[in-house]
């Protein structure tokens, strides 16, 4: 191996190459034949010209070290007392700046180095002030990016996003429970008949089973509406109709094998454009079965009218 041949690169009759190199961290080293390079195993080339002629110029130190500029303030490009350079660099196609610590040829383009002037400082304060802009901006743009995905975790957690309210088309959302919060079923059908009787869209769909668990439903119920807004609900539905259902049975001392249902409606109807509770009321009625499923379903048979009634003045 050499790192500079005192010997013939080629062959005087064919021109052919008679060393191969590798460019290595610590120059152009020569070996006598092709392989690769014993230390850091870089394949060897044969010889070029242009290879040899590069070798020379580092061997005249016309190669300077390339210098990392991240702070202008923090380097000294001219001398204090002459004001001549101490910094030379090199600019591509693209308008990106490369500096060295002394003049001579970019060690990879073979392009003589320029001295620094001050156009060149106020353009490289630019590019790095553009780039800070332009890390800050794509930083932020994650920053939201990771809310806006938060964000729409919590909501699929709660709603169902792929039920839409398209305009004018009176979308109605339902929840009905009990008073141990359980899902009211019975409750839900009896007003989705009574919602297509009156010409609107029920919506059985748009709320999670953890909207009822993690305490969603008795904070719309109690009244706190920012709840509508935080949810965007008026892009899901026009209004949402909240039910708590309570239920008491007794049987009739006078009136054998006959049970008594003494139901209760809580009723809420919210607007969510505007965001507004448009009805806020109760319902009573007694119901008589023979079990005490036969006797809350005819109790709830019974507020067939007066439901129909208070939907069709709410909604």
């Known amino acids: 191996m050499y790192f500079l041949s005192k010997e013939s690169y080629f062959a005087h009759d064919s021109g052919r190459p008679l060393k191969w190199y590798a460019e290595t961290p610590e120059g152009i080293r020569y070996f ?11 394949k060897l080339k044969p010889v070029t010209p242009e290879i040899i002629e ?19 303030e923090e380097v000294e490009f001219f001398d204090s007392i002459s004001g001549e350079p101490k910094i030379w660099y090199y600019q591509d196609n693209q308008g990106s700046l490369e500096f060295f610590d002394g003049p001579g040829f970019h060690p990879t383009y073979n392009v003589r180095l320029k001295p620094v002037t001050i156009d060149v400082i106020h353009l490289l304060k630019e590019k ?17 990016e990771k809310r806006r995905q938060k964000l729409l975790a919590y909501l699929q957690k709660y709603i169902n996003l792929h ?22 079923h019975n409750i839900e059908k009896k007003l989705v008949s009574i919602l297509k009787e009156q010409g609107k869209n029920p919506i059985l769909s748009l709320f999670k089973k953890p909207f009822i ?40 001392p006078q009136v054998s094998n006959v049970i008594s249902s003494d139901l209760t409606l809580q009723i809420k109807i919210i607007a969510t454009n505007p965001i507004k509770v448009v009805n806020s009321t109760s319902i009573s009625t007694i119901g008589p079965g023979f079990s005490n499923k036969d006797a809350e379903k005819n109790a709830i048979e019974k507020v067939h009218n007066n439901l129909k009634k208070l939907l069709k003045e709410a909604l």
């Open 163 to 184: 039920s839409t309210n398209p305009p004018g088309s009176n979308e109605v959302a339902i929840l009905a429970v009990d008073k141990l919060l359980h899902e009211e």
């Open 128 to 144: 790095i002030r553009e780039n800070q802009e332009k890390i800050a901006a794509e930083k932020k743009k994650k920053e939201a």
């Open 54 to 72: 590069k070798h020379k110029k580092q061997s005249m130190n016309l190669y300077p070290k390339p210098i990392a500029v991240t702070s202008p």
């Open 213 to 252: 668990k993690d305490g969603k439903f008795e904070t719309l119920f109690s009244g706190n509406l920012d709840l509508v807004r935080s949810f965007a609900m008026n892009k899901h539905t026009d209004y949402i109709i909240l039910v708590k259902k309570f239920s008491k049975f007794r049987t009739n």
């Open 32 to 42: 006598d034949s092709k392989g690769h390079d014993p230390k850091y195993g870089i």
